[in-house]
């Protein structure tokens, strides 16, 4: 039996409507609307692609959005300016300074120096340490572990006493999500196992998960002998692999194989078209989040 097709796509149309309600109810009562500063410092195509993307759906939603750019060579002391200034922005609730950072910036005084109740992408320890300690006091969760999680949720697949198994141990969505599937929630519950590329016997570990989260950046690690019949499948994996010559644009790859893998679980996300879509969303999320704090309303 093909495994149901977990597609963020559709996921991120349903999120995004619901902020964009949320965001009008809040400028009726209000008069005042989420908003966003993006900071993008140089002119990296991807970054440069990523941050149009964000801003346009900050756009789509009702938000205040303001992108600012900023020369490649900016000093870090006038950059570490430029993100006081919106910290003491009372129009400004999220601020998003897009990651890599030229070599002579040095990315932890940048995350540092974003406050607590603005870092939207929830890198500042604070807000580390607030979801090491239990998910209800984090203000902020990390938007590609969030988006898994509602993935998951939104799925239907049950968590409460699920073995979940994350391939993976990054900063960024191995160690935030198994925390967070591990903690004391409706949306969690879970026994979770952290294992990565140099686990003994990897292939034993994901076969006893009912749900596998695949975030290695290793394209096809995960064969479908690998799957517990009837598992739910995450491939956080967005691999680059060649160039389509017809179209032009890159061939993307998932950690797991796809083709085989959705003959044996019982649901799965596909790679595009999966997690992907669902970071940005989340990061909206965030940032609406952020003014209901300013404006009392959590």
């Known amino acids: 039996m093909?495994?149901?097709?977990?597609?963020?796509t559709e996921i991120r149309k349903t999120i995004l409507a619901e902020i964009k309600a949320d965001v009008e109810k809040m400028k009726i009562k209000h008069g005042k609307v989420p908003g966003l500063a993006t900071i993008l410092?140089?002119?990296?195509?991807?970054?440069?692609?990523?941050?149009?993307?964000?801003?346009?759906?900050?756009?789509?939603?009702?938000?205040?959005?303001?992108?600012?750019?900023?020369?490649?060579?900016i000093r870090e002391a006038d950059l570490l300016a430029l993100i006081d200034k919106y910290n003491n922005d009372p129009d400004i609730h999220g601020i998003l300074v897009q990651l890599p950072l030229p070599k002579h910036i040095d990315?932890?005084?940048?995350?540092?120096?974003?406050?607590?109740?603005?870092?939207?992408?929830?890198?500042?320890?604070?807000?580390?340490?607030?979801?090491?300690?239990?998910?209800?006091?984090?203000?902020?969760?990390?938007c590609t572990p969030a988006g898994i999680q509602e993935m998951i949720v939104r799925s239907g697949t049950p968590t409460c006493g699920a073995e979940v198994v994350v391939v993976g141990r990054s900063n960024i969505v191995g160690k935030p999500i198994a925390m967070m599937m591990a903690q004391k929630s409706v949306c969690a519950n879970a026994t979770v196992t952290i294992v990565h590329t140099k686990t003994k016997d990897l292939?034993?570990?994901c076969k006893h998960a009912d749900i596998l989260i695949v975030a290695a950046g290793?394209?096809?690690?995960?064969?479908?002998?690998?799957?517990?019949?009837?598992?739910?499948?995450i491939d956080v994996g967005v691999?680059?692999?060649?160039?389509?010559?017809?179209?032009?644009?890159?061939?993307?790859?998932?950690?797991?194989?796809?083709?085989?893998?959705?003959?044996?679980?019982?649901?799965i996300t596909p790679v595009p078209g999966g997690v992907g879509p669902m970071t940005i969303a989340m990061l909206m999320k965030n940032t609406l989040r952020a003014a209901q704090y300013a404006l009392g309303e959590l």
């Open 239 to 267: 691999n680059r692999v060649g160039m389509n010559e017809t179209t032009g644009k890159a061939i993307l790859k998932g950690d797991v194989d796809f083709d085989a893998a959705k003959e044996i679980a019982g649901k």
């Open 203 to 205: 292939a034993a570990h």
């Open 41 to 73: 410092v140089g002119k990296d195509p991807g970054s440069v692609s990523y941050v149009t993307l964000k801003v346009k759906t900050a756009l789509s939603v009702g938000f205040h959005e303001i992108q600012d750019d900023q020369p490649e060579d």
């Open 107 to 142: 990315e932890k005084k940048v995350i540092n120096a974003i406050n607590p109740d603005k870092d939207v992408d929830a890198f500042h320890p604070a807000n580390v340490g607030s979801l090491m300690i239990c998910c209800d006091e984090a203000r902020f969760l990390p």
């Open 2 to 8: 093909t495994a149901k097709i977990i597609s963020g």
């Open 218 to 233: 290793v394209p096809g690690l995960v064969k479908p002998e690998w799957i517990k019949p009837g598992a739910t499948v």
